[in-house]
């Protein structure tokens, strides 16, 4: 690991041994850096495509953040790679909060409701009524317990949502139908509109806003643009760092990130390594030879291909790609992105199909990296900015809605 760290920031300290080889001392490079993070705050530009329709237009001159959409980054955490480090420190202690797991029915999809874990704080909080469900899909190796996640949760429930977050599809016998020899019955998208509607059925009346993260915003984003449901279960949506096209978003990811990601699946296949070895059979994969992998191409290709009857690793890439279906997509949804995103490339972010699209709003920061957006409330105090324009989107459309 420390190999991969050296090589992925080999320019940088060549940089900085030639500056210190040529007498600029310490001091001095303090001083350099400090000036390279007042020009990227002074210089922070934020883009915010929408079409200029009416209903748009209300929607943004409500909002407190959309009508002047402006995000400054922490002083000194400018840098892509400490905006995604520094994330990890931001986050509510996970004994604020209550989780109560619950199986979807005929599903392999896990729903865990979140509450407020203790009883002071939720009466001290700001809950009259919860008259909205906030539905989460996290990324690729996220859960309930990731800080993005409980912050998201945290703030869904001051601000009066019913808050439940979408586990990642989990492996399981009742997935595969012997009678129906080796056809594969894994689909994400069919899994994601179950417990969609097991919400909906145990809330008949209360609206679902959904937010996916990084891998789960594109599945969200390829599920409201490919599923024709007639009943639709999403009122409003949010997708943040969406990487769009997967495969050029795996085909530019640093090593360092390929083998950290890798690692990350690695460890949550071994939590549950010998619930999973004796599917092998069952799913045709190798589940002994994934975890010898040395790359992400690698572990899809000797386990997600198999398990969703893909012949290749870019037909499953190129099969769960939301980039086709975001101008299908017909409810309102916001799109936030970084252009310093160090895994989902901001060469996938499709400008182009947003403008076409008028329930579209695309929100593009120069910085924020991945899952980032470090910003501050006072110089000690760091804060995750990306939760504010999410739940003031939400509520911004809501209020349009009962004007319109």
């Known amino acids: 690991m420390i190999f991969n760290l050296l090589k992925a920031f080999s320019n940088k300290i060549l940089l900085l041994s030639f500056l210190i080889y040529h007498g600029v001392g310490i001091s001095n490079i303090i001083i350099i850096y400090i000036l390279y993070c007042t020009y990227k705050y002074y210089t922070e530009e934020t883009n915010f495509i929408y079409q200029n329709t009416e209903r748009n237009l209300k929607i943004v001159q409500s909002s407190k953040i959309l009508k002047n959409p402006n995000f400054k980054p922490y002083f000194l955490l400018s840098n892509h790679f400490l905006q995604m480090i520094f994330q990890k420190s931001i986050h509510v202690k996970s004994n604020d909060l209550k989780f109560t797991k619950e199986k979807v029915k005929n599903s392999g999809a896990i729903l865990e409701w979140i509450e407020m874990g203790d009883k002071e704080q939720l009466s001290n909080s700001s809950i009259i009524c919860q008259d909205k469900i906030l539905f989460i899909i996290p990324g690729l190796t996220g859960g309930k317990h990731d800080n993005y996640i409980c912050n998201i949760s945290y703030e869904g429930i001051k601000n009066n949502y019913i808050v439940v977050v979408y586990q990642n599809v989990m492996l399981t016998e009742e997935l595969f139908h012997p009678e129906q020899g080796s056809q594969k019955k894994f689909d994400f998208f069919e899994d994601l509109d179950n417990a969609l509607n ?39 949506a949010v997708s943040v760092a969406n990487p769009f096209d997967m495969i050029v978003c795996q085909r530019t990811l640093s090593e360092l990130m390929d083998k950290l990601l890798l690692s990350f699946l690695k460890k949550v296949v071994n939590r549950q390594y010998a619930k999973y070895v004796h599917l092998d059979k069952h799913f045709e994969f190798n589940l002994h030879q994934a975890m010898k992998s040395k790359t992400l191409i690698e572990f899809d290709r000797c386990v997600v291909t198999r398990i969703l009857g893909f012949k290749t690793v870019d037909d499953y890439y190129r099969g769960i ?32 199909e947003v403008k076409l699209n008028e329930n579209i ?14 910003s501050n409330q006072s110089f000690f105090k760091l804060k995750q900015w990306m939760h504010e324009p999410i739940l003031d989107f939400f509520s911004s459309f809501d209020k349009c809605s009962l004007e319109l």
């Open 361 to 374: 709003f695309l929100l593009v920061t120069n910085s924020g990296s991945h899952l980032g957006w470090i």
């Open 321 to 352: 790609s939301c980039i086709h279906d975001i101008r299908k997509v017909d409810i309102p949804l916001l799109c936030l992105n970084s252009l310093d995103d160090v895994i989902s490339n901001p060469k996938c972010i499709p400008f182009d």
């Open 198 to 236: 097991h919400v909906q059925t145990r809330y008949p009346n209360k609206k679902i806003y959904a937010v996916g993260y990084s891998y789960g915003a594109n599945k969200l984003v390829k599920y409201l643009g490919s599923k024709n449901v007639l009943n639709k279960r999403i009122y409003c």
